[in-house]
């Protein structure tokens, strides 16, 4: 079974410290590796799809990279508003996408 | 922009009940994800359509069943409901190319 496992599970930061977030997942086959953000009770908010090892994105304080083993959602001053959980997905075919279990970030101002 | 809207957002139904789930996906998406999330846990994949066509299935239970339609709204239908299926159940869309994904807001089940 295709296994996607995020870390830490729980990361609280002060308002402006940066830090990363890791996703690592099986290798053999991959096509997509998804970076969601999910509020409570709220469905998961497309965040990025990377495709290939080296690949990188960006948006506002995000960063999304990908090794050949994982991949890090890099979060530079983060404020209190990007407090959500971030899940990762890895996609083996075009059929369906596993989950982790997701980091749940807290960022106090 | 459009969204993968879901319907009915929230919905209460007593044990061995029949509930049925609508996701609409975004215009010219052809495939359809369906997921359910328990309370503080991941989304765990129950089924999904490419072109009307189931293209995968995983730990959907024998009581649900789910299909597409012609225009590529999705069902989920949900029978002899149990109270372990409280859940979110979340909706997504990809068109070709499987470049994004996005989810619904989701549909709150609660059985009692």
């Known amino acids: 079974e295709d296994q996607v496992t995020q870390s830490p599970e729980a990361l609280r930061l002060q308002e402006g410290e940066s830090s990363s977030l890791n996703c690592s997942y099986t290798?053999?086959?991959?096509?997509?590796l998804f970076w969601y953000r999910q509020d409570p009770g709220k469905g998961p908010e497309f965040l990025f799809t990377?495709?290939?090892a080296g690949e990188e994105k960006e948006k506002e304080r995000l960063k999304a990279t990908l090794t050949k083993k994982e991949s890090f959602l890099h979060i530079t001053a983060p404020k209190p508003e990007d407090s959500a959980t971030y899940l990762c997905?890895?996609?083996?075919?075009?059929?369906?996408?596993?989950f982790g279990s997701g980091t749940k970030l807290n960022v106090k101002p | 922009a459009a969204g993968v809207i879901q319907s009915p957002r929230h919905l209460i139904k007593e044990k061995r009940e029949t509930a049925t789930l609508k996701c609409y996906p975004i215009?010219?998406?052809?495939?359809v994800y369906w997921y359910q999330q328990g309370p503080g846990q991941d989304p765990q994949f129950l089924i999904s359509?490419?072109?009307?066509?189931?293209?995968d299935k995983g730990s959907i239970p024998d009581r649900f069943s789910a299909q597409q339609f012609s225009d590529y709204h999705s069902e989920l239908n949900m029978s002899s409901l149990e109270l372990g299926d409280s859940a979110l159940y979340f909706c997504?869309?990809?068109?070709?190319?499987?470049?994004?994904?996005?989810f619904g807001q989701g549909t709150r089940l609660t059985v009692v």
């Open positions: 997504a869309s990809s068109g070709q190319g499987y470049t994004e994904a996005f």
């Open positions: 290798v053999s086959g991959l096509r997509g």
């Open positions: 359509f490419y072109e009307k066509m189931q293209s």
């Open positions: 997905a890895a996609g083996y075919n075009f059929n369906k996408f596993y």
């Open positions: 990377l495709y290939s």
């Open positions: 215009p010219r998406h052809d495939t």
